[in-house]
């Protein structure tokens, strides 16, 4: 049984910093692309970042470039997202996803940037 779960979430100030972590079992996850989507209240749900198979290879919205960091350990079967700077239109609901012929989804982590 595939399963994605997120964990890290939380409330955080504005210029704070908040780890999420994101634990995969399933399937073979150094095959598999991960990302990180997140959707905000009223909008769609965006990539926000991801990191290829080796994780030689990451990408990010121009939103987050140079505010967040995305990992991962293929020995623990974990990819992380670091997030510093943290802006209120930060909040938003983060999704780990694996891909690679299919898609699988975690049900998120509630993250809020409010003072």
């Known amino acids: 049984q595939v399963q994605l779960v997120e964990s890290g979430g939380g409330l955080v100030q504005p210029g704070g910093s908040l780890r999420l972590s994101c634990a995969a079992s399933?399937?073979?996850?150094?095959?598999?692309?991960m990302n990180w989507y997140r959707q905000a209240p009223g909008k769609e749900r965006e990539l926000v970042a991801g990191?290829?198979?080796?994780?030689?290879?990451?990408n990010y919205a121009d939103s987050v470039k140079g505010r967040f960091t995305i990992s991962r350990d293929n020995a623990k079967n974990m990819v992380y997202l670091q997030m510093s700077s943290l802006k209120p239109d930060d909040t938003a609901v983060y999704y780990c996803?694996?891909?690679?012929?299919?898609?699988?989804w975690g049900k998120g982590t509630l993250v809020t940037v409010s003072s």
């Open positions: 996803n694996a891909r690679r012929v299919l898609d699988y």
């Open positions: 399933g399937f073979t996850f150094s095959s598999y692309r």
């Open positions: 990191i290829t198979i080796p994780g030689g290879y990451t």
